[in-house]
């Protein structure tokens, strides 16, 4: 039998322990945010955000073609993965215990971690190689698939939360299975949803990978859907695998903008889940 | 807190019988509901009488709930459940061919035993949304106003509510949530009204609010109230039915049930030797 004090010994130590490990878990993204601070913040003014790439030499200059094309390029992933990624998980929330709904929740799972670059050259095979050309288009695509299995499973898990005795109330109204599904399950979990759509923009807008053959990168301004399409990360990829200071230092400003538009994601994520009435979802 | 006494309302029971001769609201035929292969409520043929309130009492898991879930066809919502024989209300059966579920639901009203409030209504909306069903409309004209307001007296809710109905619903109390509930029910003028345990979750100041709105409301609908609490059941309802395992053991007036019950299970059950 150990005595008290070797008790609260041990529980004290445990407590620090824990606290620890809290610590740790937060410092990459405390020192990853000191680090682009500091190596990037004197690059990014107005014009980083207004003007469009010089070439080396050139002081000055900005990367307003990759903030414009990474925006068109979530623009188009939303529009693909939202739609189907909702209704796959409204699915195999109402068909919880189908063969079907079985197959697509392990599916989804396996789709969630499949390399992003696998992703890319899926996109490639089926939307660059047969237009002939790299488009905006095959990198929303790569994108909007990558969001697809997590928005499936974040719509499936908050539309389970939703108590059953709410649906219920709902049928006993004379709600048609339909209409509660919609007007009631569905409405009670979207701020929920809404977070993790934002969860998924958030972290396929930094993918790079599946947008080395899709979108490709464009030192142009373009905002064609068919055309190859400049983005962030690409940006980044190029300017940091340079030799020119002035390139560095332009990477790290786009670095240091990328964090900041997921951050600017993340926030307004938690922002929606504060229902019409104020109160916290979680 | 209410006197734990076992009394029926002599008068109120007594008066009713006089003034008026009982007619059939629902009829049960042979009914036994399944969850899967397993009975749980079996054979039940009955007939529960029209403007009065009757009470189903007995041990957890006899049944009570599923049989009122039967009475709206809300037992079938859940997953390998199935319902054999027919039930008949106001002389239609919900169940015959060609009869819609959704249509029977929107007739009877039922509250469950925790308050469902939806999360993301406004007070009148909660209350109006029995009444929105066969629209998509968000905003409320002025007919739905008289209906959500009349429904809100009638559930003696709408002097708590009446200056922030546009707020949520959630705000409210436990028990002001329940009340709600009833309201929301009563808002589309349900000629039978199903109460599952409606208090089972309230304080007892909230309960008796209740009670009392259940005791009025015979005046104007066959309620029919599932409770675990006697005392409850001898307070409220005109007829009591005793359900045992599944199976209707015993269905009579509520003081002659409580003082002089036929059966030696009923006697057993009310004198507190089990369950």
Redesign the interface.
Known sequence: MKTLRARHMTSGAMIGLTYLAAVLATLPLILILWHLLKKGATSVSLAFFTNMPKPVGEAGGGMANAIVGTLTLIGIACMIGLPIGVGAGIYLAEKRITPIAHAVRFLSDVLNGLPSIVMGIFAWEFLVRPAGHFSALAGGAALGAMMIPLVTRTTEEMLRVVPVSLREAALALGYPRWRTSISVVLRTALAGIATGALVAVARVAGETAPLLFTAFGNQFWSTSLRQPIAALPLQIFTYAISPYDEWHAQAWAGALVLISIVLVISLAARFVTRSRFGAPVD | MMPHVVTPRPAATETRESAQPEKACIVTRHLTAYFGETPAIKDISTVIPQLAVTAIIGPSGCGKSTLLRCL?R?HE?V?NARVDGDVEILGSSIYGEGTNA??V???V??V?Q?P?P???MSIEANVA??LR?DSIQRKADQKEHEIVEEALHRAGLWDEVKDRLT??A??LSGGQQQRL?IA??LA?RPRVLLLDEPTASLDPLSSQKVEELVYQLRETMTVVIVTHNMQQAARVSDRTAFLLAGELIEFERTNQLFTAPKDPRTEAYITGRFG
Do not use: I, Q, Y
């Open positions: 709206n809300m919502t997953p959704t249509a639901r929107r007739h009203g039922m469950f925790r469902t939806f999360p993301t949304a029995g069903v707020e949520s959630m705000g509930c929301r029910a589309t």
